[in-house]
Each structure stands twice: as structure tokens, then as C-alpha cells.
Nanobody, 117 residues
Framework: QVQLVESGGGLVQAGGSLRLSCAAS????????MGWFRQAPGKEREFVAR????????VYVDPVKGRFTISGDNAKNTVYLQMNSLKPEDTAVYYC??????????WGQGTQVTVSS
């Protein structure tokens, strides 16, 4: 059974940093796309970043470019999202997702990130 477990969320002041982790289990993820999404109150879930482990290719949504970095540790089956220069508009529940060719078959339970101004 595939499981994705996020951790690392919390409350931080604007300008601060957080690192989210997503521990994956239940299968081999080396050929998968691993992604981070977020959902703010009253808004739809939106894509944030993804990584293709097989080629270490990364993609980011424009508002986080230059501030967020997605990375993966194949040995630990863990994906990270380093978030720097956080803004109040980054406040959301952040979800980890996985799937072949970015089809996002699997989702974690989410972790809350709150950025205070």
C-alpha cells in the first residue's frame, strides 16, 4: 500500500523558512514524478513544484520560483520542499503527491503552513 506522509509544516513569520518532507513508502518511486501542491482557505488546490527523480528535473509555479526548492533523496524515498522568503500568501495546507508522468495517483494527508505578516 502506497503511503505519503508529510511533515515540517508550522507557523513562521514572513521572510522566514520552512522545510517540508514527504516520506514515501509502498513501492519504488525512482521513476515517478513527485510533487507538492497547496490549498489555501477558500481556494482550489494548486500545483507548486515537482521533481522527476529519474532525471532530477524540477518544475515550479511562477510565484515560488527563486524561493522554493524541491529535492529528493532516493535512498530515503523522501522528497523535500525548502521554502525560503515565505510570504503570507504562501499560507496553505501543503500536500505531497506521486504518480507516473505527473498523473498524481497518490496523495498525502497534508501539512499546514502558516506565514504571519
Amino acid at each position: 500500500q502506497v503511503q505519503l506522509v508529510e511533515s515540517g509544516g508550522g507557523l513562521v513569520q514572513a521572510g522566514g523558512s520552512l522545510r517540508l518532507s514527504c516520506a514515501a513508502s509502498g513501492r519504488t518511486f525512482s521513476s515517478y514524478h513527485m510533487g507538492w501542491f497547496r490549498q489555501a482557505p477558500g481556494k482550489e488546490r494548486e500545483f507548486v513544484a515537482r521533481i522527476i527523480w529519474s532525471g532530477n528535473i524540477t518544475v515550479y509555479v511562477d510565484p515560488v520560483k527563486g524561493r522554493f526548492t524541491i529535492s529528493g533523496d532516493n535512498a530515503k524515498n523522501t522528497v523535500y520542499l525548502q521554502m525560503n522568503s515565505l510570504k503570507p500568501e504562501d499560507t496553505a495546507v501543503y500536500y505531497c503527491a506521486a504518480g507516473p508522468k505527473a498523473t498524481w495517483n497518490y496523495w498525502g494527508q497534508g501539512t499546514q503552513v502558516t506565514v504571519s505578516s
